[in-house]
């Protein structure tokens, strides 16, 4: 039965992939500690189209032990540029004693004054997954996300 029920899935996903209009393309990517970084490009075959985007995946820390992955979406250069001037703002709080929050459409970032890492979490309506940087993952994701200009590549 389980067999039958794999074959079955099996076939059903290559279905699926065979019938899929949307190419996607790794044109940038970076690990950072437990995070993977990636600037992709998405090509709609039926429609010749390509969407550029920043993608920022990472296992929600806020549950231990149950696979939970998140992403933080970003789209624009207009997107990019202000993550990055968050993280820029933050970075220098990090080692500070204080409590800051602040929150964008597509994530949130807060900072605790008992512990020296920026918690990053996803989109506030999407729910409450996040992960947390120290100072060397912070600088180290502000320069690669340096590199990237949002529609080239």
Not at 24 to 50: E, H, M, P
Not at 59 to 75: A, F, L, M, P, Y
Not at 105 to 117: C, M, Q, R
Request: a positive charge; hydrophobic letters at 35%; aromatic letters at 12%.
């Amino acid at each position: 039965m389980k067999k039958t029920i794999l074959l079955i899935l099996f076939i059903f996903a290559l279905l699926i992939s065979s019938y899929s209009q949307i190419k996607t393309v790794n044109i940038s990517r970076s690990k950072i500690g437990c995070v993977f970084c990636f600037y992709q490009k998405a090509i709609d075959l039926s429609k010749s189209d390509t969407t550029y985007i920043v993608r920022i995946m990472y296992q929600n820390k806020r549950k231990v032990g149950v696979i939970d992955s998140e992403v933080i979406n970003i789209t624009t250069q207009s997107e990019l540029k202000d993550f990055c001037n968050d993280l820029k703002t933050a970075l220098p709080q990090i080692c500070e004693k204080a409590n800051l929050s602040w929150s964008r459409e597509g994530y949130a970032i807060s900072l605790y004054e008992s512990t020296k890492a920026l918690y990053l979490f996803q989109s506030p309506s999407e729910g409450d997954g996040y992960t947390t940087f120290n100072t060397k993952s912070v600088k180290k994701l502000l320069s690669w996300l340096d590199t990237i200009e949002i529609g080239k590549g």
